[in-house]
């Protein structure tokens, strides 16, 4: 069995946007939460891994990806990505890029290792090896200053030569390849073994998927979305991959946002089409009253917007706080099943949908620039064909989550 790409995400949300990458210019993709068996991955030339890796410490990291490889070496892949956010927030105790690809190529012995800086699509522009990257307001800041990424309540970005970031998290020597070499990239990439690569337009990106495709051998490629756009730009004439239709199992909608930047504080204030209830540190206890007042709203037929509070303390570590949500959304869902489940939040996607029990998930449809709509594997037919929205925190406009709702409202 071998499945060519496989691609391992370090939270969901992301992961998820790479797996809508690849359906859309026709391959065969599928996103699975565990390693998927052979029979499992059948078919497939894409098997994406999604993994909360951008919450964990190195050690927690190192120890997952030990674990997962073993199944994934199993499927002969001959391009292995790592996918991060489009701005690599990341930092050497949490989140560790450099850490986890260190790992990886120990493990995959690539006779490339090239990282990819920027997604033009996305408003993220690499260069000279420096992030740039496009805010709500259109305004395009160095990383350093965005004033966003600055803030990050996880790993804000102090520095935007991320040959120095990802330096200071153990991937060194890294060959920098600017955009003015890139007419020069596949003699550049043939000489070279450890490489990062700029990329301010869309122009650079088809470049790179060209060398690379030149390039040939065991490739590992770390970065976000972009590098599934310059894999795929060869074939662009594929008829987009279509799942096969599955209804959702009811019209019941529920939206958590996990994610408390401004961006997603500005889409819960303007979430018109919910109750939104706010989940203060009391209500993340086992049996508190906003289960039941949820699970009450949800079987009236009303969408709910579950939100955590940007200027409360919640008193405890990210990860600990991403399992606690994890396991109120599925109290809540245990009580009142749901067939439109979203997630704004890319560190307690993958706990989320875990903590659900789901096995994989694949690619519907776009909703906005880099959030799909996506739709559950389950066992349980009562989960099976759930339709997901798993967002970024950095993802959508201000009206996203009522966008969302009225999808739900079209379908029934």
């Not at 951008?54 to 199993?74: F, H, K, T, Y």
């Amino acid at each position: 069995m071998m499945a060519p790409v496989v691609f391992i995400g370090d939270d969901f949300t992301g992961a998820s946007d790479t797996l809508a990458t690849f359906a859309r210019a026709g391959w065969r993709a599928r996103l699975f939460l565990k390693p998927p068996s052979a029979r499992e991955a059948e078919g497939l030339e894409v098997v994406g891994l999604a993994t909360a890796l951008r919450a964990m410490g190195p050690d927690e990291a190192l120890r997952e990806i030990a674990g997962v490889w073993p199944s994934l070496a199993a499927l002969s892949p001959t391009r292995v990505h790592l996918k991060v956010c489009s701005t690599f927030d990341s930092h050497p105790e949490i989140g560790s890029i450099g850490a986890v690809a260190r790992a990886l190529e120990t493990a995959f012995q690539p006779d490339l290792v090239a990282v990819l800086g920027g997604q033009p699509s996305l408003g993220r522009y690499a260069v000279f090896g420096t992030l740039f990257a496009r805010a709500p307001d259109g305004v395009v800041y160095r990383l350093d200053r965005h004033p966003i990424m600055r803030n990050h309540p996880l790993t804000p970005m102090r520095e935007a030569d991320l040959t120095r970031h990802l330096a200071a998290q153990g991937l060194t020597g890294l060959t920098l390849i600017s955009a003015p070499q890139s007419s020069d990239l596949p003699q550049a990439l043939s000489a070279e073994r450890r490489v990062f690569l700029d990329a301010i337009s869309q122009v650079h990106i088809r470049k790179i998927g060209a060398a690379l495709a030149l390039r040939g051998g065991r490739q590992l490629l770390i970065g976000s979305s972009s590098v599934a756009e310059a894999l795929t730009w060869e074939e662009s004439d594929r008829i987009a991959h279509s799942a096969p239709l599955i209804a959702p199992p009811n019209g019941r909608v529920l939206v958590f946002a996990g994610s408390r930047s401004a961006l997603t504080q500005a889409q819960v204030a303007a979430a018109t089409s919910f109750a939104r209830l706010l989940v203060i540190p009391q209500a993340l206890r086992p049996g508190a009253a906003v289960e039941a007042e949820a699970a009450a709203l949800l079987g009236q037929g009303k969408p709910v917007l579950l939100h955590l509070d940007p200027q409360t303390d919640y008193a405890m570590p990210p990860e600990r706080l991403a399992a606690l949500s994890s396991a109120l959304l599925a109290r809540v869902v245990a009580r009142q099943p749901v067939g439109w489940l979203g997630i704004a939040g890319g560190d307690t996607s993958s706990r989320i949908c875990a903590a659900l029990d789901m096995s994989a998930i694949d690619y519907l449809a776009a909703i906005a620039p880099g959030v799909g709509l996506c739709r559950a594997v389950h066992g349980n037919a009562a989960m099976n064909g759930m339709r997901l929205m798993l967002k970024g925190g950095q993802m959508g406009d201000d009206t996203l989550f009522d966008t969302f709702a009225a999808l739900a409202r079209q379908d029934a």
